[in-house]
């Protein structure tokens, strides 16, 4: 088995030329840039202090490199991430305390068992019970709070809570003691970062630059702000003027320990840790897939689980808070070139000279640019739109992603998240506990089969084809009982019915004992009942039971097959009862000896009796 197996960096490096290490080092440097004002604000965002970030931003990204799948995906504190840390941890101890941060390394590092237990069970398919609508309301709603979250840091006042109803009144109570130094550089900040955003790039693009250059420049607005606005705080002494600064930042690299290992303090944090692993992990791919398909490479999920786990188990062992890949980052060190994932421990470098050498003047950087930072970025993240897209194509969705949007802003984010993922699963039980399914008939001249209900299609009064369009299982198994012997008594002379099951992948027990049922119901209505295009690993199974030795019909290879056979045979039926029922065939008369394969009919002429059917829906 080659290294690459176990560490992909190995493949990465196979053949890797100077001018792959030249666009790495580059993309590392414009990543460094903007990665250090976020690694602070993301920090205040979760309630600890600013060094949190950036050690947050050294070790997991060496350990990403190494196992991560993705060449351009930066992993480091993001926003998401970052509310439901301050989420999860506000009834443990005060926000910035020793308790606190030592609740936010074991934090990290449960999240980082929990995504390396996934990835070694292969559980990457488990963040698909995240439905789109649930995760995109839990987003946006996330959004707003965190928005909500830094509107103190703008107005220089003492506001908090834990959700938006909390906040709201927090801030209305303090409003009055805002600091107007401090909302003048909130404001600033904000609008300069919104005009940068929109404008940057197509006027550098107007004066000549080129449009990959303009991009990074536009991105890089926030590096801008936080050194004059830090300047500005220096020179004036705004720290006197009641102006929040971030302070003291600890210089020096973080020590490697073991986080607390009080049992109770991970059983409290257990279930917080699983959430914010599915949510980092599911945002984490969706970005890494995005880039990937760009350049033709591809990702393997479960390896990105191990990837991600190992992240945050390097996080919560070397001072840091629990971790995943950035959207805006991403983008960033993709367009600036990232060949390689040596890109983000090149990042993990030039965050670590930062450590050493820039804390002293990043003490004087004012809270409300990192504020207002936050509140820019997070913009991006707000799709309020959405809810009536998605209510005008699925009203069930469109309700499971509002719920999730309202209950996350007035209960939280843990309420929110908790209640999108039982709203998925209910609504996926409920469309699936009732399938669709058709009766359809044969479309004249052809082998195809169509709804009844939509097209024109040839059938037989005495044969009824059952489409059936999911797979059989516990939820919907007497649903399909039901439906068949509705079939049954609204058609009194059918002496067959076929289930067509060329969209069943799965019978499970529950739906082979509703087929017994059916079987039998239909035998002692004298109906066979036959099945066709049964897929191979379902038949496998099926050969093999009471069920299929004791269908009354057969298994047809097609649907036409069956037509064919069943059409002629009930046409012949009903000829011999006109002329006195001499030679009559049973329609429940036994099958063929092998009761698990139906015969492969010879072409014949269709020149029996039929119905054509035109329906009324479009």
């Not at 504190?77 to 840390?85: D, E, G, N, W």
């Not at 006027?203 to 500005?232: D, F, M, N, Y």
């Not at 001072?319 to 890109?343: D, Y």
């Not at 469309?431 to 089969?449: D, I, K, L, W």
Request: aromatic content about 6%; overall charge neutral.
């Amino acid at each position: 088995m080659t290294p690459s197996r176990w560490i992909p960096l190995f493949g990465w490096l196979h053949g890797y030329r100077r001018d792959a290490l030249a666009s790495d080092l580059l993309a590392a440097l414009i990543v460094t840039l903007m990665l250090v004002p976020q690694a602070l604000a993301y920090a205040l965002l979760a309630g600890l202090p600013p060094e949190v970030g950036l050690y947050a931003s050294m070790l997991p990204l060496v350990l990403y490199a190494l196992f991560g799948t993705s060449a351009t995906l930066a992993v480091g504190p993001v926003a998401v991430a970052s509310l439901m840390t301050a989420s999860a941890l506000s009834g443990i101890a005060a926000p910035g305390s020793a308790e606190y941060v030592g609740a936010a390394l074991v934090l990290a590092a449960l999240s980082g068992l929990v995504l390396v237990g996934m990835g070694l069970l292969r559980l990457g398919f488990l963040a698909n019970f995240l439905s789109h609508p649930v995760i995109s309301g839990f987003v946006t709603a996330s959004g707003i709070l965190i928005a909500a979250s830094q509107l103190r840091h703008v107005l220089g006042v003492e506001a908090s809570g834990h959700n938006l109803v909390e906040m709201g009144a927090a801030l209305i109570v303090g409003i009055k003691e805002t600091n107007a130094i401090t909302l003048a550089i909130g404001l600033g900040v904000w609008a300069y970062l919104l005009i940068c955003r929109r404008h940057l790039k197509s006027g550098l693009v107007r004066l000549g630059v080129s449009a990959t250059a303009a991009e990074l420049l536009a991105k890089a607005a926030p590096v801008s702000a936080v050194i004059v606005t830090t300047l500005l705080a220096w020179g004036l002494g705004l720290g006197e003027r009641g102006v929040a600064l971030v302070g003291e930042v600890p210089s020096g690299l973080p020590t490697l320990a073991l986080p607390s290992l009080q049992p109770e303090l991970w059983s409290t944090l257990l279930p917080a840790a699983v959430l914010i692993s599915l949510v980092g992990f599911v945002e984490s791919v969706s970005v890494a897939q995005t880039l990937a398909a760009k350049r033709r490479q591809r990702i393997d999920p479960n390896r990105e689980l191990i990837a991600l786990g190992l992240a945050n188990l390097g996080a919560g062992t070397s001072g840091g808070s629990p971790v995943s890949g950035g959207f805006s980052r991403s983008v960033v060190n993709f367009e600036a070139g990232a060949a390689t994932p040596l890109a983000g421990a090149f990042t993990a470098v030039g965050i670590a000279v930062a450590t050493l050498t820039l804390t002293t003047p990043l003490s004087f950087l004012p809270k409300a640019t990192l504020a207002a930072t936050i509140i820019v970025a997070v913009g991006t993240l707000i799709d309020l739109p959405a809810i009536k897209r998605t209510w005008d194509y699925s009203r069930a969705d469109g309700a499971a992603m509002l719920a999730t949007l309202v209950l996350t802003l007035v209960h939280g984010v843990e309420s929110g998240i908790l209640v999108g993922v039982g709203l998925s699963l209910g609504l996926h039980l409920y469309r699936t506990s009732r399938p669709h399914s058709a009766v359809v008939g044969r479309v004249p001249g052809s082998e195809h089969f169509r709804n009844v209900q939509r097209h024109a299609v040839e059938t037989d009064e005495r044969l009824a084809i059952l489409r059936v369009d999911e797979s059989l299982y516990f939820a919907n198994a007497r649903y399909l009982e039901d439906t068949v012997m509705e079939l049954a008594a609204r058609q009194p002379g059918l002496a067959h019915i076929v289930l067509a099951c060329q969209a069943v992948n799965v019978i499970d027990a529950s739906a082979l004992e509703s087929l017994e049922a059916i079987n039998a119901r239909l035998k002692d209505a004298d109906v066979a009942l036959h099945l066709a295009e049964v897929k191979g690993p379902v038949m496998d199974r099926l050969e093999h039971t009471v069920f299929c030795r004791a269908l009354t019909g057969r298994v047809f290879l097609s649907t036409f097959d069956a037509w064919r056979a069943l059409h002629e045979q009930a046409t012949a039926e009903t000829s011999q009862a006109a002329c006195g029922g001499a030679g009559l065939h049973d329609a429940a008369s036994p099958r063929p000896s092998d009761p698990g394969l139906g015969p492969i009919m010879e072409n014949a002429p269709v020149d029996g009796r039929f119905h054509a059917h035109r329906g009324d829906s479009p």
